[in-house]
């Protein structure tokens, strides 16, 4: 009996899933209706102003898996919408002053969906850059600093490496190609298999799906209704809004330090995610930018109303950069 009654129950769950699943263009049932399509590709689709050959069935169908897969993956894509409202404004003016399209911002989507993540290889931060790599690009990598976690420092270093990869394919796509893979791991390939161009390489599955995976979010951000996004209904993250200082001598405790400034380590930490350690250690006259919340200057006026009343560790509001939320304002 007990038997039977489980397979009854479980019949009547199916139809109720059934049912709520079913397909309805007016809604009269449910608030709401699931329906599905196809894509059409745009012949105005380019990587960096560089036409993709959709003439190919095959880079037809790559494009297809990409689009379909992003497009319906709606939890992440609006996360990277959100996120995007807050980062792209910082990442986009450090394209620019380095000549370079804006088409490559969505390399870091892909890379680490604009958060500061860590690979099983040690690949660390929005660019998802090597511990090797950051340090030929002039990054600060070590126990207590680390610059790979500061948006604008790495978004240097990778467009740093961008216009190097440039310079020897001249091609942003097979540039983009090769922050996957490597310079040499493309340029391997292309001489072996006697061609020039990323879209006629035989590859590994993650970098023949790579440029395509680019592709997709420039088209769902470009065109977001037609994908099914509305961007007024997404309510985005806004950039922080922060003061700097100057760090010149070192910070013992940051706990202390940032409840001295009117604000905390969760905080601190968030804003500067490339302080690894509970302390900052300054060295052979080195200095650091410290971003602060904003909503403290008031407080911290009244603990340090002149630049003579700084304690060491501490800055004055003599060095202050207000609004540094206003993007690409630091450099290498």
Not at 115 to 123: E, I, L, R, T
């Amino acid at each position: 009996m007990k038997k039977v009654l489980i397979t009854l129950s479980t019949i009547a769950l199916l139809f109720v899933v059934i049912e709520l699943f079913t397909f309805s263009t007016k809604g009269e049932k449910y608030p709401f209706s699931i329906i599905f399509k196809d894509f059409k590709i745009s012949p105005d689709i380019n990587f960096c102003g560089e036409p993709v050959p959709f003439q190919s069935d095959d880079i037809r169908e790559r494009f297809d898996r990409e689009i379909l897969k992003n497009a319906y993956w709606q939890s992440e894509t609006i996360m990277y919408f959100k996120r995007a409202k807050r980062w792209f404004p910082i990442i986009e003016p450090i394209l620019k002053q380095y000549g370079l399209p804006e088409d490559l911002k969505y390399v870091a989507i892909i890379e680490s969906g604009l958060v500061n993540v860590v690979s099983p290889a040690g690949a660390t931060g929005f660019w998802q850059i090597m511990e090797r790599t950051g340090k030929e690009y002039g990054m600060e990598i070590r126990e207590e600093v680390d610059d790979r976690y500061d948006v604008e420092k790495s978004t240097h270093a990778a467009c740093k490496y961008f216009r190097s990869a440039y310079r020897k394919f001249k091609s942003y796509t097979s540039a983009a190609a090769s922050y996957n893979m490597g310079m040499a791991g493309l340029a391997s390939k292309m001489e072996e298999q006697g061609v020039s161009s990323y879209y006629d390489l035989l590859l590994n599955m993650e970098t023949s799906r790579y440029v395509f995976r680019i592709l997709s979010y420039k088209a769902i951000f470009n065109d977001p209704k037609y994908y099914g996004y509305d961007p007024d209904d997404i309510d985005g993250y806004p950039p922080y809004d922060v003061y700097t200082v100057k760090i010149d001598s070192t910070i013992p405790d940051l706990m202390k330090y940032a409840l001295t400034v009117n604000s905390n380590y969760k905080i601190l930490k968030t804003l500067n995610p490339w302080l690894r350690e509970r302390r900052l250690s300054v060295r052979n006259g080195s200095t650091y930018m410290l971003k602060l919340p904003k909503s403290g200057i008031y407080q911290y006026e009244e603990l340090f109303p002149s630049p003579s009343d700084s304690v060491k560790g501490l800055p004055s509001l003599s060095d202050t950069a207000i609004d540094l939320s206003a993007p690409g304002s630091s450099k290498d």
